[in-house]
């Protein structure tokens, strides 16, 4: 058990739509990273925050937002859905900028 | 760009073998890391080393060393005494730098080991 802690597990839903992919971070880890795990793609650095900001951005859709709140938990929100949005979401948290970075279990996202 | 090249897709072993993944990397940045995580059929993504750019010594975690050779950009993990739990995906990482001082993973695509009884 990494310490990570990410819901749903699995989610389904339609094109077109929006969702919410939840993430608590280890217990005094202030900086959460989220990344997309597909077939073609493998593992892509999304969006990371540090305490509440933005540090930095990789292959973020503009459909796609996320924000980390003050008791530090992430929410990653999709939206305008597309089939080539499913895939398995991570969240990883580190204790700071530079540390080893633990990954949740996933959240595995499937577009019918 | 930071990039991290895994050329095994596959690899095999007998259990209670050793066996070893290679990783190459290609950054210019002098102060970087590097890590192995392990991703069982389950999906989820496990921390099993790390290996920093000034670390003089190879790191080892139990079971698991990195090799790392600095002038060849190598970091092979070496698995030692295979046991069939360790049949997975397993990925090579970077730390790599972003703006603002912060970084981000950038990962290999993976080798598939199955341990075989």
């Given at each position: 058990d990494s310490g990570v802690t990410q819901t749903p597990k699995h989610l389904i839903t339609a094109t077109g739509q929006r969702v919410t992919l939840r993430c608590s971070p280890r217990s005094g880890d202030l900086s959460v990273y989220w990344y997309q795990q597909s077939l073609d793609q493998g593992l892509q650095f999304l969006i990371q925050y540090y305490n509440g900001e933005e540090r930095a951005k990789g292959n973020?859709?503009?459909r796609f937002s996320a924000q980390q709140f003050p008791d530090l938990h992430s929410e990653l929100n999709l939206s305008s859905?597309?089939?080539?949005?499913s895939a398995l979401y991570f969240c990883a948290s580190s204790v700071d900028l530079k540390g080893p970075q633990h990954f949740g279990d996933g959240t595995r996202l499937s577009i019918l | 760009a930071q990039k991290i090249t895994q050329t095994q897709p596959g690899m095999f072993v007998q259990e209670k073998e050793a066996v070893t993944l290679d990783c190459t990397y290609d950054t210019s940045d002098q102060s970087y890391g590097l890590f192995w995580y392990k991703q069982p059929s389950s999906g989820e993504m496990i921390f099993l080393i790390y290996q920093g750019s000034y670390d003089e010594q190879n790191a080892t975690e139990g079971r698991y060393s990195l090799n790392f050779q600095k002038a060849r950009k190598s970091a092979n993990l070496v698995i030692s005494?295979?046991?069939?739990?360790?049949?997975a995906m397993y990925f090579c990482a970077m730390r790599a730098s972003s703006q603002g001082g912060s970084e981000k993973l950038v990962f290999g695509k993976g080798t598939k080991l199955t341990v075989n009884p």
């Open positions: 973020i859709l503009e859905l597309e089939l080539g949005d | 005494a295979s046991q069939l739990g360790d049949s």
